[in-house]
């Protein structure tokens, strides 16, 4: 038992390392892990920020965060069963004495974990730079959330992953997720001014409810609830993920490729 976890565990760190080189030379990365977060926050803030007050500018740095995840979740780790694809080293991995969803889980958590800290620091520097007066009270609790941030983003991220792949329109699917989620989803724009009809949207997002507990955390105060329906979801995303992965696998084996299409 303790040889399998080890080894289970290594796997996981080869293919989060191997997943978070390839993107350090990748453009997009840069794009929306640094160059859209900063923009994101003068645009909100603005270069006068101080005048917003701590409350605002916490809930907008918050904001632009999750946001910037949400994209990187949808261009990077969304699309990393496609680019294999497109590589012809899906079958191999899916074929591999691993099991597949285990490599795909490598390279999400690889994938997040990198975009995640280049995200915290572009964004960190930029609130800084204009002196936005955020907020960081409950340290211990901030680092909680952002743990289940990154955990949440790449079971999202195994999903769509799959999701990208049954369908020969993956990029397509992926931008038409994305903005639409930038409105609905309860983190740039809050979800109470929202239609009432459209309110719902973000209660399915993991990402709205972390805005709520990181919101809360830095402020000072701990929204027990936000953190519970977060834990649920990102659950249910990566039980929906690990069963679309094996349907894909079985679905091919059972049409006798491995070429997943």
């Known amino acids: 038992m303790g040889d399998r976890l080890t080894a289970t565990l290594w796997l996981l760190w080869d293919c989060s390392r191997m997943q978070a ?13 640094v160059v859209q977060p900063a923009v994101f926050l003068m645009i909100t803030m603005g270069f ?24 990187s979740t ?24 691993h099991p597949g969803f285990l490599v795909l889980l490598g390279k999400c ?26 907020q960081l009270k409950q340290p211990e609790l901030l680092l909680l959330g952002l743990v289940t941030v990154v955990a949440s983003g790449t079971a999202l991220g195994m999903l769509m992953s799959c999701l990208f792949l049954v369908t020969p329109y993956g990029m397509h699917l992926s931008s038409a997720l994305m903005y639409p989620i930038f409105l609905l989803g309860g983190m740039l724009i809050p979800a109470d001014v929202l239609p009432g009809p ?51 696998v079985d679905h091919a084996r059972r049409g ?4 997943l299409v």
């Not at 701590?54 to 740095?61: F, H, P």
């Not at 994938?111 to 955020?134: D, E, F, H, S």
């Not at 006798?256 to 070429?259: P, Y």
């Open 198 to 248: 459209l309110q719902f949207v973000s209660k399915l997002i993991s990402l709205h409810w972390a805005q709520e507990f990181l919101t809360g955390a830095a402020l000072g105060h701990t929204d027990v609830n936000a953190y519970l329906i977060m834990v649920g979801l990102t659950v249910g995303y990566f039980v929906a993920a690990v069963w679309t992965f094996n349907r894909l």
């Open 74 to 97: 949808v261009w990077m780790a969304g699309g990393i069963l496609h680019r294999e694809q497109e590589l012809g080293t899906l079958a191999a991995n899916v074929a591999s004495v």
């Open 109 to 134: 958590l690889g994938a997040t974990v990198r975009t995640v800290l280049g995200i915290l620091v572009a964004a960190g520097v930029t609130v800084v730079l204009i002196g936005a007066p955020v």
């Open 48 to 71: 006068d920020s101080a005048e917003l007050g701590a409350d605002r500018a916490t809930q907008l740095a918050v904001a632009v965060i999750l946001t910037s995840l949400w994209a």
């Open 256 to 259: 006798g490729t491995l070429e």
């Open 21 to 33: 080189r390839e993107l350090a030379g990748h453009p997009l990365a840069l794009i929306i892990g």
